[in-house]
């Protein structure tokens, strides 16, 4: 496994989600360099686990418990990766289907998990348009159940930054110095967030770019580069994570057009000539093919990650949800 330095940690660690006294992953700022340490060591025994046992990959250790998936947004990654997650480590799960649901008819989110907890739940892995809403939840729900954030609005996406770290990882060992650019719509991503905290603490030097109108310069108050031009930003990085234009900003006039954005901020293989030749690209789909990322480009497995992530996610969830639902069972007893 690539062990994690921190020589440089950017960011205090004092708070801990996992030494914290809950068993609840909201976010990846109140994470600490141990809390990540913990994850990356577990997600890598459950990703050798995967790769040795391809016939018999379930294992009994959450044999009884209780996993929901409760996405009130459309995912296919997240929600398919985690339902496999908690079925390989022997968990039942429940899909909550959202559109068929009483959530439909005006029900509460709190009303909707405390009637699944009378149902004896264990854990809530839950994606939300609104920002913020597992934080509120969290003094209601207490540990009579997990809360796994699976993405909330804008704000934090931390099974996917976790994933994400596991994958640079591997390519590198170490993250301490690497230069990793983030491309695109960065106002907007939950996914950019939660990376950019985790890099922070692993002491990653972390340059954010896009137009103006999707990255305010006030992003630099998080420790990192702001910039505008994408040659000055793709000069010299060891990684670039590009993220989806979601193509509804085009409407909202935040950007002029398609057409420039592709020229100004799309990544190709003529660009990428000016980062590291052992430069590599991530990106946490859904893809638009040949609008922030060209398509030959994103199938060259030369640079591209972006399948790895995908199977990086895997044993990814399965560390987040072993560990808090292990975590839930020692606070209870
Ligand atoms: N990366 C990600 O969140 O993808 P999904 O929307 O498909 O879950």
């Known amino acids: 496994m690539a062990m994690v330095q921190q020589k440089k940690t950017k960011q205090a660690n004092s708070s801990s989600n996992l030494l914290n006294p809950h068993c609840h992953l909201l976010d990846t700022k109140g994470l600490s360099v141990e809390d990540i340490q913990a994850f990356l060591k577990l997600a890598n025994t459950h990703k050798q686990f995967l790769k040795n046992n391809p016939c018999n990959k379930k294992q009994g250790v959450l044999t009884g418990q209780v996993v929901v998936n409760l996405f009130v947004e459309n995912s296919t990654r997240t929600r398919s990766s985690f339902e496999l997650a908690a079925k390989y480590l022997g968990a039942e799960v429940l899909n909550f289907d959202v559109t068929t649901s009483a959530f439909k008819k005006g029900e509460t989110l709190l009303d909707t998990l405390n009637n699944l907890m009378a149902m004896h739940v264990d854990a809530f892995v839950i994606r939300h348009p609104e920002s913020g809403i597992l934080h509120g939840l969290q003094s209601s729900i207490q540990n009579k159940a997990c809360l796994i954030n699976a993405g909330d609005g804008r704000h934090e996406h931390p099974s996917q930054g976790l994933l994400d770290t596991m994958t640079m990882l591997e390519v590198c060992g170490e993250l301490n110095n690497k230069k990793v650019v983030i491309v695109g719509d960065i106002l907007h991503s939950r996914v950019a967030r939660s990376n950019i905290h985790i890099l922070n603490k692993l002491g990653a030097k972390v340059t954010l ?30 990684f670039v994570m590009t993220l989806r234009l979601q193509l509804e900003r085009q409407e909202s006039g935040l950007i002029s057009s398609l057409n420039e954005y592709i020229e100004h901020y799309g990544i190709n293989h003529e660009r990428l000539k000016l980062a590291q030749p052992s430069v590599k690209i991530l990106h946490p789909g859904p893809m638009n093919r040949d609008v922030e990322i060209t398509s030959a480009l994103a199938d060259d497995l030369k640079y591209s990650l972006i399948l790895e992530q995908v199977n990086n996610g895997v044993a990814m969830r399965m560390a987040i949800i072993e560990t808090l639902l292990k975590k839930r069972e020692a606070l209870l007893h």
Do not use: I, N, R
């Open 209 to 238: 770019c896009g137009p103006p109108s999707l990255l305010p310069s006030a992003f630099s108050e998080l420790g990192v580069a702001v910039e505008y031009d994408l040659t000055q930003a793709l000069t010299g990085a060891d």
